[in-house]
């Protein structure tokens, strides 16, 4: 019910009181529990899942401060699904989640901290510090396109140079399909955005 009445809207503004709302509430906190479900392991974490909890640490930060509590639960809500997909059950992810979930939902929160093993209350833990290294992007989907209409993508790492990147593109074996043996015209690079192939 606490979850549900942040998640309702501002704070500022009147919000219709509709119960069905707390159908999608109750699903996000099942997800929740669901990921505790097979068992927490202490292995590290994998980048992917760093950055999921990280992006959630900052945008929670924010929102608290300006009493944005709304939009706090949909980030949560995002959050979760993420690391649902990511099939994350790392110890180094979830506690801190937690920690910052648990002025939203006190009591199952609480619940799943002492599953965790500890022996105090949630409500004394640290809250979490973001670390912006974890959301700095190593790679980059570049776009190739065929005169003009986008065909595929390729990721690579964002350090390459120009001459790096066309190398790569043109000895891609999709690269090859596209141009049909033609030799290409121009082959324009933007750096962190797109590759364009003129035939």
């Given at each position: 019910?606490?979850?549900?009445?942040?998640?309702?809207?501002?704070?500022?503004?009147?919000?219709?009181?509709?119960?069905?709302?707390?159908?999608?509430?109750?699903?996000?906190?099942?997800?929740?529990?669901?990921?505790?479900?097979?068992?927490?392991?202490?292995?590290?974490?994998?980048?992917?899942?760093?950055?999921?909890?990280?992006?959630?640490?900052?945008?929670?930060?924010?929102?608290?401060?300006?009493?944005?509590?709304?939009?706090?639960?949909?980030?949560?809500?995002?959050?979760?699904?993420?690391?649902?997909?990511?099939?994350?059950?790392?110890?180094?992810?979830?506690?801190?989640?937690?920690?910052?979930?648990?002025?939203?939902?006190?009591?199952?929160?609480?619940?799943?901290?002492?599953?965790?093993?500890?022996?105090?209350?949630?409500?004394?833990?640290?809250?979490?510090?973001?670390?912006?290294?974890?959301?700095?992007?190593?790679?980059?989907?570049?776009?190739?396109?065929?005169?003009?209409?986008?065909?595929?993508?390729?990721?690579?790492?964002?350090?390459?140079?120009?001459?790096?990147?066309?190398?790569?593109?043109?000895e891609a074996e999709q690269t090859k399909k596209y141009l049909e043996g033609k030799t290409p015209k121009k082959v324009i690079i933007v750096p962190?955005?797109?590759?364009?192939?003129?035939?």
């Open positions: 019910m606490r979850l549900y009445e942040m998640f309702l809207g501002p704070l500022e503004l009147s919000k219709p009181w509709n119960t069905n709302g707390i159908t999608g509430v109750h699903g996000f906190l099942k997800k929740l529990w669901k990921l505790f479900a097979n068992g927490v392991v202490d292995t590290e974490p994998a980048k992917a899942e760093l950055k999921s909890l990280h992006k959630s640490i900052k945008k929670i930060t924010e929102d608290i401060e300006r009493f944005s509590f709304n939009t706090s639960v949909s980030n949560f809500m995002i959050c979760v699904n993420e690391l649902t997909e990511q099939k994350c059950n790392k110890r180094a992810i979830l506690e801190p989640l937690l920690i910052t979930l648990s002025p939203y939902a006190p009591h199952i929160t609480e619940e799943l901290w002492a599953q965790l093993g500890h022996k105090e209350s949630i409500a004394y833990a640290s809250f979490p510090a973001f670390n912006e290294s974890y959301l700095v992007e190593d790679n980059f989907a570049y776009p190739i396109s065929f005169n003009g209409k986008m065909r595929f993508n390729i990721e690579l790492p964002l350090t390459l140079s120009v001459p790096e990147i066309e190398k790569i593109v043109m962190k955005k797109i590759v364009n192939i003129v035939v």
